[in-house]
């Protein structure tokens, strides 16, 4: 880099590196891989959607714990007991045409260890987005849509997983 005005240069090189020293002084880091404490998991429910297959993928990637497809072989089995997608209208234009939705994105679930003991009790994540309506944009709207729909089952799917690292393994 090039610097025209040499006081300029040294000013932001200085708030660079504050700024680092900073982040790195108030215990920031980037998220890593979720520590799960059980060894195997089973999942069920849900099966064939893109949230079991998001899921079941970002858990795989996981190198300590084991995913299973037989549940009686898995130390804890995660059941997925609902979910669900609404497009709720949040407004209206004077002339009675949509100008807001709301979409919700509900996953609900448990984890048990096979035998009758939660591991963690039932649990509802609930997720929202606004979206503006424009009878001009359809089509990008509908992308658009698709698009938030795509990121909240990504973020139900990282909540899963902290709350799975949360987890405490029942002494057995």
Do not use: W
């Given at each position: ?140 709207k509908e992308q658009e849509e ?9 973020d139900a799917v990282q909540q ?13």
């Amino acid at each position: 880099m090039h610097c025209l005005i040499p006081g300029r240069c040294a000013r932001a090189l200085l708030v660079l590196v504050a700024l680092a020293l900073a982040l790195s002084g108030c215990g920031f880091q980037l998220r890593g891989a979720a520590n799960i404490p059980f060894e195997s998991l089973a999942i069920r429910g849900a099966e064939n959607t893109p949230f079991h297959v998001e899921l079941r993928r970002s858990l795989i990637a996981n190198r300590t714990l084991r995913v299973l497809d037989d549940p009686k072989l898995a130390q804890a089995i995660l059941q997925v007991t609902g979910m669900s997608q609404e497009r709720r209208i949040l407004s209206l234009s004077g002339a009675g045409r949509v100008r807001e939705f709301q979409l919700v994105y509900r996953v609900s679930f448990r984890v048990h260890d096979g035998k009758g003991r939660e591991l963690i009790a039932p649990n509802e994540i609930v997720l929202r987005r606004d979206i503006t309506f424009n009878d001009s944009q359809v089509l990008a709207k509908e992308q658009e849509e698709i698009l938030l729909v795509r990121d909240m089952q990504s973020d139900a799917v990282q909540q899963v997983l902290r709350r799975l690292s949360a987890a405490k393994l029942a002494a057995s």
